[in-house]
């Protein structure tokens, strides 16, 4: 009865819009086969339904950018469940917004108007894993940091790492393919994915949740799916490899009196480490200075910092503690010891709290820029030796518009993943404006695009950068992608206007 | 030169190679000890020693002479004799003891270090010993104090601030009680243990950590000192707490007042 009122319902609905709002008929049918706790929905309904502020934290991401109005969440437990909600959408015309941990940087996780939201994290079993091959194969809404406890002794851990991983699901991070700080030495997920299991649009289960380290057999599909952010298709498994777990990891801050010595220094850390080294960070002195002064890990003597124009975090991973420190102890001595050192001074640690305090300088910067005032991020690819020339030519362009000062923008700074080629420059204001963002954007999209570089390297395009794609993809591969989307997809329910506009 | 009526400081600062504090420890299964082959490092006080020593150089300049470390460890505790080194210490001596040789008990520590203390004469008398309140892994925060009794000297244990002036050979310390602060006038020499709002302990920046390769360590052994390390407490068994069994989820209130009265919780 309640089916045949609804398929009125959404004829008259469709000329409007086009898709469906969720409605009491689809929280029906959900609750056929989930238990009351795995649907929340604000709607009336016989068996109870929750205040709206039970939803904020499905409806909003973590820096409070983004706003949806999504009135009902489901939260399957199986692939099966999975299915049977896409099917049921797709045959009645509801959008859904795949979710994980929620902590993506450019509200890929958000609906963008009252899209379903289904959510992932019940499906939180892991399903089997190989300490000989170091092969993992778990639900999509495990919790990264679970994940790392989970194989940590067996003596392996996860190929990545991220700020936000006591809280993202390892699906959210291959729907996004997540970068983060172990990029460097271990490689992005289109590597380190072995397989998956995805849920189609139309309720199929597509099943490549192979363990194989080799499988060339036509088209490597999944592929397609790390980093498609939930536009086609949800990901319910996934079969990943996990390296063996250093023994050992050290690292050390380094210093520098001019962002040239950067590029010198990389290529002579690189040779003198070669196997051990598993990250060079780099940090200009603007955020440097944001990141003491907002506490985040303890800051150099003043003396080890005077003159310095940007740092350098170095950590080496390695098998024997003995062969890494000295390997790193060579390289540290050769670097004073030089005639016209690249380095002016720095800090190794002595210590596993040391060691944190150092990283904390690093990964501590994105949380003090949000305390010192309102961030514009860019997170880029470039070529290396471009790092600070961006930055400058950032800096200077505001400066000529007169947007440089306590009233609007209080700095510009650059830090990232030398290693991976990724700047994540940030301009922190008193307040988000509209003068300020019509003064960086085109700008820094252009100015990317000049050096062909990459105006999203890992926080991907989500809903924030759909309109500055063609900076970084050109017609014919948009056009590609919108086939591909078209057939993968063809009702368009899966993750609405999120990459493609 | 206008003769100096002080005497200038020697300050000594034990310190002990100790599991580090962010290692998750675990049990062996023989139940005698726990797993030593983890990640070592300066016990936390000490460095708050270490750092203390340092800043007492850079309040006073010449006022102190020197700052010496001492260790009693296996061959592997010279890295924190390193360390010790790189933070500003001058000189360090090493009492090793075979790497299979169960560790010192605090009375075998202290008795050590009395026969140091009492080996120096003369100039490199030592007028001030800062160490640690106490050892992160058998916690047993007795050897300051009976390194004082042992030497007859005073003692400010648990310090939070340390005043020292050479020219009236005093020290004034602000030591952490229950429920506030006691501050302290004593007379050189003197035994302070640290406590750890004492001061934050620097990096070992890398020019420091190349001097200290340059500087000397003493090597010595309990026979050197006439000690003897035989522990005289015997561990019977070591065991891991109890695992805290996880929660649960309830459907409705009506459940969860039923587990709570069988729990044997009930509305008093």
């Not at chain 1, 362009?397 to 700074?413: F, S, Y």
């Not at chain 1, 960086?440 to 100015?447: A, G, I, T």
């Not at chain 2, 007492?56 to 010790?84: F, M, N, Q």
Request: net charge negative; charged share 25%; hydrophobic share 40%.
């Amino acid at each position: 009865m309640s089916f045949l009122f609804r398929r009125q319902h959404l004829a008259f609905i469709s000329r409007c819009r086009p898709f469906s709002s969720v409605g009491r008929a689809d929280v029906d049918y959900f609750r056929t086969f989930l238990p009351t706790h795995a649907i929340l929905t604000t709607l009336p309904n016989d068996s109870g339904s929750v205040a709206p502020a039970e939803l904020d934290v499905y409806n909003r991401d973590w820096m409070g950018k983004y706003t949806g109005r999504a009135t009902t969440v489901v939260k399957p437990r199986s692939t099966e469940e999975v299915s049977k909600i896409v099917r049921w959408c797709n045959e009645y015309d509801i959008a859904i917004v795949p979710q994980g941990g929620n902590t993506g940087l450019v509200g890929g996780s958000i609906p963008v108007n009252d899209e379903l939201i289904l959510s992932l994290a019940n499906m939180n079993k892991v399903r089997s894993f190989d300490p000989v091959s170091g092969i993992l194969i778990t639900d999509a809404g495990c919790i990264l940091q679970e994940l790392t406890d989970y194989i940590a002794p067996h003596n392996h851990i996860m190929p990545i790492d991220l700020g936000a991983k006591g809280s993202c699901q390892i699906g959210g991070n291959v729907a996004t393919n997540a970068g983060g700080l172990r990029l460097l030495r271990y490689g992005s997920l289109h590597g380190s994915v072995l397989g998956l299991e995805v849920v189609l649009a139309d309720g199929t289960v597509l099943d490549q949740l192979t363990a194989l380290r080799k499988d060339n057999t036509g088209y490597d599909i999944k592929q397609l799916f790390i980093g498609a952010e939930g536009t086609l298709g949800i990901v319910t498994g996934v079969s990943i490899l996990t390296p063996a777990a250093p023994q050992a990891s050290n690292n050390v801050v380094l210093a520098l009196p001019h962002f040239d010595n950067v590029l010198p220094l990389y290529r002579k850390v690189k040779r003198s480490l070669s196997e051990i080294l598993s990250a060079f960070e780099f940090i200009d002195r603007t955020a440097y200075d944001l990141a003491v002064k907002h506490g985040q890990g303890r800051g150099l003597s003043d003396e080890d910092v005077a003159g310095a124009q940007c740092f350098v975090l170095v950590e080496t991973s390695g098998g024997r503690r003995e062969h890494d420190e000295e390997k790193l102890n060579d390289l540290l001595a050769e670097l004073l010891d030089a005639e016209n050192p690249l380095i002016l001074s720095g800090v190794l640690s002595q210590n596993p709290a040391q060691f944190s305090s150092l990283w904390a300088l690093r990964e501590g910067v994105t949380e003090a820029i949000s305390k010192e005032g309102k961030a514009y991020k860019y997170d880029i690819s470039i070529p290396l030796d471009k790092f600070k020339v961006v930055v400058d030519a950032t800096r200077e362009h505001l400066a000529e518009r007169n947007l440089i000062g306590e009233h609007a923008v209080k700095h510009v700074m650059g830090y990232g993943h030398v290693g991976d080629g990724n700047l994540h420059l940030n301009i922190c204001a008193a307040e988000y404006t509209q003068e300020i963002q019509d003064a960086l954007e085109p700008f820094v999209y252009e100015l990317v695009a000049s050096y062909r570089g990459s105006i999203s390297a890992e926080h991907g395009i989500g809903a924030a950068k759909t309109h500055a794609l063609h900076y970084s993809k050109d017609e014919v591969s948009i056009e590609l992608m919108r086939k591909l989307k078209a057939l993968f997809d063809p009702r368009g329910i899966l993750n609405p206007k999120k990459i493609l506009e | 030169m206008r003769p100096s009526a002080a005497r200038l400081l020697n300050i000594l600062v034990p310190v002990k190679r100790s599991v580090d504090y962010a290692v998750k420890i675990r049990v062996n299964p023989q139940q005698t000890g726990v797993d030593l082959n983890v990640k070592h490092s300066m016990n936390p006080f000490d460095e708050i020693a270490v750092e203390e020593a340092v800043r007492l150089r850079e309040r006073l300049k010449d006022g102190v002479k020197s700052i010496k470390a001492v260790t009693i460890g296996p061959p592997k505790a010279s890295e924190t004799l390193r360390t010790a080194l790189a933070m500003g210490a001058d000189s360090a001596i090493h009492v090793e003891i075979p790497e299979s040789a169960p560790a010192p008990e605090p009375l075998g520590v202290a008795k050590a270090l009395h026969a140091l203390i009492q080996r120096g004469d003369g100039e490199g008398k030592v007028d001030l010993v800062i160490m640690g309140k106490q050892a992160i892994d058998d916690d047993a925060g007795q050897t300051g104090q009976m390194l004082a009794g042992l030497l007859g000297w005073g003692q400010a244990t648990f310090a939070s601030k340390v005043q020292v002036d050479v020219e009236k050979r005093e020290a004034v310390v602000l030591r952490e009680i229950d429920g506030g602060s006691e501050e302290i006038r004593c007379r050189l020499p003197l035994v302070v243990t640290t406590d750890l709002r004492l001061n934050e302990p620097r990096y070992a920046s890398l020019p420091n950590i190349m001097k200290a390769k340059k500087k000397p360590i003493e090597k010595l052994t309990a026979a050197d000192l006439g000690v003897d390390f035989t522990p005289r407490l015997e561990t019977l068994k070591v065991t891991e707490p109890p695992v805290r069994v996880g929660g649960g989820k309830v459907e409705s209130v009506d459940e969860l007042v039923a587990k709570l009265k069988d729990a044997g919780f009930t509305a008093a």
